[in-house]
């Protein structure tokens, strides 16, 4: 798949740029992006939930009631679960929701990504940049130039560039990451894949290996 590479004015330039057809044109593997999209999903959970059992409920130990003659059970706590107020039982603990995947299943999921969204025409090569300063304006004027003010934007850069990060990071919608953290559920996520052209290189050199 060859692709025209974009100035950030928006316009086509002369250079074009060929895809690798072993990342984005394989057979999709939708169990694949599956796992790893619920892997990223657990990942980002917190975990903290939590509620009181009996032992850390403080309530009296009192005799709510005589032992006999009520018809009720002989409750002799009122931290009881079966009481309003008392602890509960099999309550939420806090715990790792986090799992392991292989690192070929998840290489699987990124090109199955990388090939879905090739397909769909999702994918635009931009001409290497970057910003003078960080300014949100300039970020702003580069959506504009490629009329995606308004859809979901994910930017890959080869290297960290902090200017280029710090004008997209006020923005709704656009998310920029390095070739090294590019992962399924952004790609997914979003509804444009921008490529910085010296980015695909690294790309390939990651998910090749």
């Not at 099999?90 to 070929?104: A, C, E, I, M, T």
């Not at 999921?109 to 090569?125: F, H, M, P, Q, V």
């Given at each position: 798949m060859e692709l025209a590479v974009i100035n950030i004015s928006g316009k086509k330039t002369t250079k074009k740029v060929k895809l690798d057809d072993d990342i984005y044109a394989i057979e999709p593997n939708d169990h694949a992006i599956y796992l790893d999209c619920k892997q990223h999903e657990a990942n980002g959970r917190q975990g903290t939930h939590k509620t009181k059992e009996r032992a850390e409920i403080a309530r009296t130990t009192k005799k709510a009631f005589?032992?006999?003659?009520?018809?009720?059970?002989?409750?002799?706590?009122?931290?009881?679960?079966?009481?309003?107020?008392?602890?509960?039982?099999?309550?939420?603990?806090?715990?790792?929701?986090?799992?392991?995947?292989?690192?070929?299943?998840?290489?699987?999921?990124?090109?199955?990504?990388?090939?879905?969204?090739?397909?769909?025409?999702?994918?635009?090569?931009?001409?290497?940049?970057?910003?003078?300063?960080?300014?949100?304006?300039?970020?702003?004027?580069?959506?504009?130039?490629?009329?995606?003010?308004?859809?979901?934007?994910?930017?890959?850069?080869?290297?960290?560039?902090?200017?280029?990060?710090?004008s997209s990071r006020n923005l709704n919608g656009t998310k920029v990451v390095t070739a090294s953290e590019l992962n399924t559920y952004d790609v997914l996520n979003a509804t444009n894949l921008l490529l910085v052209e010296s980015s695909i290189k690294e790309i390939e050199k990651i998910l090749n290996n």
């Open positions: 005589r032992q006999k003659g009520t018809g009720g059970a002989r409750r002799g706590s009122m931290k009881s679960p079966l009481v309003r107020g008392g602890g509960r039982v099999f309550g939420p603990q806090p715990r790792d929701y986090s799992f392991k995947l292989n690192k070929k299943l998840k290489k699987l999921a990124r090109k199955s990504a990388l090939t879905y969204k090739a397909k769909e025409n999702g994918i635009i090569i931009l001409e290497d940049f970057s910003f003078e300063a960080p300014k949100t304006k300039n970020y702003i004027d580069l959506l504009k130039n490629l009329e995606m003010s308004d859809k979901k934007t994910l930017l890959v850069v080869a290297d960290s560039n902090k200017n280029i990060y710090l």
